[in-house]
């Protein structure tokens, strides 16, 4: 059991980070004439494709209301529209104009100087990480706290150390390969969820295993 003084130091170290990408972001979105919010629902619209604005919402951890007024103002300054949900025609959906995309591209969604701390990391501290993420982000999921996410342990396609290479353990059936933990993914374009017996099961292969009984893997 870890001290409780050394856990609240690890929640410090999240909640620096956060607010260095927080304040990176603000500065960055107000010199496009732009709220950290209106990123936000442009940058989800931009990984994700077109969605309601409640999904936005979630995804974004706000209220609708607030969701609905940013995207007002978006659709205001022609960076998205509306149209009808091709799988509801009673509901909407938010998808990005070329101008949304273009203001988008201007936008660098992680600040350099992080993806460079990042870079400097070893590659048993890089499994270390994504594997210490992957149970983060998947209890903050599991507990309601955030919107579910598009990671390689919730994926159907996802096979944990089923190859005998300690450096790529993994298989992904959607492509078909070998991977390792440092290229888990945890917002994967092709994700698709799996059967919550499906997932337990191999969430609990993959933990079974420590990175450091596979080498770097
Ligand atoms: S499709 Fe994406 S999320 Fe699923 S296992 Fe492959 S890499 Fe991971």
Redo the contacts with the bound molecule.
Sequence with gaps: MQDTGDIEQVAAGFFQVGLYLRSKQWRSAEKSGLTSTQVSILGFLKRRGPNRVMALARLVGITEATASRAISTLQRKGLVEKSADPDDGRATRISLRTAGVRAMSRQSEFPQTLLAALAGLDPAESTVLHRVLSKVILHLQETGAIEPQ???CT?R??QPYVHTDAFRPHH????DAPFGTVSL?LD?G??IQADEAVRTQRWRRFLAVKPLEQGNS
Excluded: I, L, S, T
């Design positions: 598009r990671m390689c994926c396609f996802f992904c059936e959607f492509v993914r994967c092709d994700h």
